[in-house]
């Protein structure tokens, strides 16, 4: 039986070995998962598991990633469940490991990225396709050109406002495009006001569209920056979901950057 470490240095230890049915609470590695070729082992996921679009359809829903139904996931005889520190509740993954090895991701940067998916490999046995698609990405962000840094702030939500902070996955992916997060010095996901960005003075604001939705009627709340600041609606996917989304990623940051860069207002 194989016995491995997940990203919160506990013992996980799938059994049978490789696990024959899988329930993900994690978007991101749910498509993962999927890229890793185990879609017959994926038995459970979330209404939030929305990728690859047309095999998740099939595949029965056990709540959201907040709301987990602990009787769902157990009625699905899971031989492993996946999910991740800041998606899921410590209530949740308590509840669930009492039943069924639970693997726990924590992902930070590229760097504990990398590490989720090269430990997903062994503990589902697709080790050789995710040490691939990790040279992979490695190779996709190395070759990432190098940008002038923009101050940048990246909102996640609305009432209350929320951005990105200092130790987010979405932080890493703003510093390889050259986006100087105006919220570095507060951890997570802080409360803020818009007088606190206002004096922030950024060149550029992100407005995400996930998981607050943001449209472009919603640009109209920031009137009192500068005219010399530029608001821009995201893909929140690109910013945020780890896995093989990664190689996509570099693809739009590098489109992304080059149309942001050329506006007449960031020079």
């Known amino acids: 039986m194989l016995e491995i470490l997940d990203q919160l240095?506990?013992?996980?230890?799938?059994?049978?070995?490789?696990?024959k049915r899988i329930v993900s609470l994690v978007p991101s590695q749910t498509e993962l998962l999927f890229y890793l070729g185990l879609e017959n082992e994926v038995v459970g996921l979330t209404?939030?598991?929305?990728?690859?679009?047309?095999?998740?359809k099939t595949k029965p829903i056990v709540g959201g990633t907040k709301q987990?139904?602990?009787?769902?996931?157990?009625?699905?005889s899971p031989d492993l469940v996946i999910a991740n520190k800041e998606e899921n509740t410590a209530g949740v993954v308590s509840e669930l490991q009492?039943?069924?090895?639970?693997?726990?991701s924590d992902v930070n940067d590229l760097s504990s990225a990398l590490e989720m998916i090269e430990l997903l490999g062994r503990i589902t046995n697709t080790s050789?396709?995710?040490?691939k698609l990790c040279a992979d990405i490695q190779r996709a962000?190395?070759?990432?050109?190098?940008y002038k840094p923009l101050k940048t702030a990246y909102l996640i939500w609305k009432k209350p406002w929320m951005a990105a902070g200092g130790g987010t996955f979405i932080h890493s992916m703003m510093a390889l495009a050259g986006f100087e997060n105006v919220f570095s010095h507060n951890s997570r996901y802080p409360e803020i006001t818009l007088t606190?960005?206002?004096?922030?003075e950024p060149g550029l604001v992100l407005l995400s569209s996930e998981p607050?939705?943001?449209?472009?009627?919603?640009?109209?709340?920031?009137?009192?920056?500068?005219?010399?600041?530029?608001?821009?609606?995201?893909?929140?996917?690109?910013?945020?979901?780890?896995g093989n989304r990664m190689l996509e990623t570099t693809q739009y940051l590098q489109k992304f950057n080059k149309q942001i860069r050329t506006s007449s207002v960031i020079k």
Do not use: T
Not at 98 to 104: A, L, Y
Not at 128 to 131: H, T
């Open 9 to 19: 240095g506990r013992k996980v230890s799938p059994n049978p070995f490789p696990p």
């Open 47 to 56: 209404r939030f598991c929305i990728h690859p679009h047309e095999k998740v």
């Open 68 to 76: 987990v139904h602990i009787e769902k996931v157990l009625a699905l």
């Open 98 to 104: 009492k039943f069924v090895p639970v693997f726990v």
């Open 128 to 131: 050789e396709m995710a040490g």
């Open 141 to 146: 962000m190395a070759d990432m050109p190098e």
């Open 196 to 200: 606190q960005l206002q004096d922030l």
């Open 212 to 242: 607050y939705p943001f449209k472009e009627k919603d640009k109209k709340d920031f009137e009192m920056l500068k005219k010399n600041c530029v608001l821009s609606i995201v893909d929140g996917e690109a910013f945020s979901w780890y």
